[in-house]
């Protein structure tokens, strides 16, 4: 049954260009495309499952002529509402172009369309002894396109970056219609403006990405995973804090605090130490294993006198994948807890850390909310997440205020509003705030120029 709101004329129009069985307009279809990963809803008013980037183009060039909006979707584990059609219109369904279309050992790079599975492709890599280094915790499940359209970090970015640091080449379709092509499949390229990094962070808002390169680096050999208690959150950032001063460079420095700890032993029965204030989990990577294990002991001597109140290595892949397995639950574990989780994404320069984390405790305590804290906090990124009812208007009040509340210690810090995971719709409204008005009206000029029409995902940051 058809019951979006489309003209018949449109969704026929439409239907001639994906093919009957790619386009879905009925209510249960749509409204499981009503959200991301967050706590918002719009139902699109159609979904579009193109196959390759001609049919994208016809998508975009009909919805100029008709003017309706068009919202790129991945995987939709976005946390920001990138991918929710909230000025209505289409949402376009980029999972069914998941192809990997080119491995090149030689020149250590790999061409994927963009509904690859991030995991798919570290796989891959792996696979012919290769890595492919940004792993945000949604992996499993999240696109190679919404990677790059988040510029998406993950628990490595500390020593390996984010997911702009692998790209090489972009093949995209402008709002408008036009195919265009940036990057280069070079180790170095300086041809033109920086189109690659104007997509990369765009969050579908600048054109739709069809086709990546990345780049790859050599795996590491040796791995070594360590995991320190802290008698309270504040110490354990100090500790984080002290390990980067100390000149060492772990592929991944993670806080959790007790709250998430907790609900983490609740969820998945690990054995972790629930009376700890907060864990630091620790690792190092490299090709030599001697420089592996010089690394790893200065960081277990850092973490001791930083006034850790234990520092275990894993002995084997057993007990390390046990360490990885609690930071890559905690979202799930916090989400368990109460019925509404609130997830901030705020990042603060490294020597705020310990400061940043006592004041989202101060900010939980104040507004009576539970905060449970997480995150990559070797990047200064932490995810306190706010776990409420929001069938309780009056708790909703406490955390609206609390969240404003933390967006504006980690500005006064010298931080972001978000580390990782975008402004899309939920942000929008703190972005003034970071970048000011002059930042905001080049952003704009730069969305209607190659947007005249605010076809593409309209209503988002800018
Ligand atoms: C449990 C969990 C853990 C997470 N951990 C991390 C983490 O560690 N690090 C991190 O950075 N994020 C993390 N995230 C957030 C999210 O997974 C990332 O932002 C991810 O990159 C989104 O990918 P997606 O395929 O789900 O994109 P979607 O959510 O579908 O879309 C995200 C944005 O990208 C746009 N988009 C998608 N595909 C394209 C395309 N081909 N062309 C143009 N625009 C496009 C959309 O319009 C939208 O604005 C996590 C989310 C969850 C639920």
Redesign the pocket.
């Known amino acids: 049954m058809n019951n979006s709101s489309l003209s018949a004329t449109l969704i026929s129009e439409l239907t001639s260009i994906v093919g009957a069985e790619n386009i879905l307009t009925s209510t249960e279809d749509r409204i499981c495309y009503a959200y991301?990963?967050q706590r918002v809803e719009y139902v699109p008013e159609a979904v579009l499952r193109p196959a390759d980037s001609q049919q994208i183009s016809r998508i975009l060039t009909l919805a100029n002529e008709e003017r309706f909006p068009v919202?790129?979707?991945?995987?939709?584990?976005?946390?920001s509402g990138?991918?929710v059609a909230a000025s209505g219109g289409v949402v376009l369904d980029?999972t069914r172009m998941d192809r990997i279309i080119e491995v090149d050992p030689g020149n250590l790079h790999m061409i994927v369309e963009?509904g690859v599975i991030t995991t798919a492709i570290i796989n891959k890599a792996e696979s012919i002894g290769l890595l492919y280094p940004p792993d945000?915790?949604?992996m499993s499940?999240?696109?190679i396109?919404?990677?790059?359209?988040?510029n998406?970090?993950?628990?490595r970015a500390g020593k390996y970056g984010v997911t702009r640091n692998y790209l090489m080449q972009i093949q995209?379709i402008a709002p408008t219609g036009e195919a265009f092509l940036s990057g280069a499949r070079t180790r170095k390229c300086v041809a033109g403006y920086d189109l690659v990094s104007l997509m990369c962070g765009s969050?579908?808002t600048l054109?739709?990405?069809?086709e990546i390169s990345l780049r790859l680096v050599p795996m590491p050999k040796y791995r070594k995973s360590m995991m320190a208690t802290f008698p309270d959150a504040a110490s354990a950032g100090q500790g984080i804090a002290d390990i980067i001063a100390a000149g060492l460079v772990p592929s991944t420095l993670e806080i959790i605090d007790n709250t998430t700890l907790r609900v983490i032993e609740d969820y998945a029965h690990l054995g972790l130490p629930i009376d700890a204030g907060a864990l630091v989990l620790v690792e190092f990577d490299g090709l030599v294993e001697s420089v592996v294990d010089e690394e790893s002991d200065q960081a277990f001597r850092s973490l001791e006198s930083s006034g850790a109140t234990t520092v275990q290595q894993a002995d084997d892949a057993e007990q390390r994948d046990k360490i990885w397995q609690a930071r890559r639950v905690a979202?799930?574990a916090l989400s368990r807890a109460r019925p509404t989780s609130i997830l901030e994404d705020v990042t603060v320069p490294l020597p705020r850390l310990s400061e940043m984390i006592d004041r989202v405790q101060q900010i939980g305590q104040k507004n009576s909310v539970m905060i449970g804290t997480f995150g990559?906090a070797g990047d200064g990124n932490l995810h306190p997440t706010i776990l409420a009812d929001d069938r309780d208007e009056e708790e909703m009040k406490r955390v609206e205020a609390a969240v404003e509340e933390l967006i504006a210690a980690a500005l006064q810090l010298g931080g972001t509003v978000s580390g990782?995971?975008?402004i899309?719709f939920s942000k929008a409204p703190f972005l003034a705030q970071e970048v000011g008005e002059g930042s905001m009206e080049v952003m704009r000029r730069i969305k209607r120029a190659l947007d005249p029409n605010g076809i593409l995902?309209p209503g988002?940051f800018v």
Do not use: F, W, Y
Request: charged content about 15%.
């Open positions: 991301d990963g919202v790129p979707r991945g995987a939709g584990t976005g946390l990138g991918s980029l963009p945000p915790g949604s499940v999240s696109t396109g919404g990677n790059v359209a988040e998406a970090g993950g628990l995209a969050e579908g054109g739709v990405i069809t979202l799930a990559h990782e995971h975008g899309g995902n988002k």
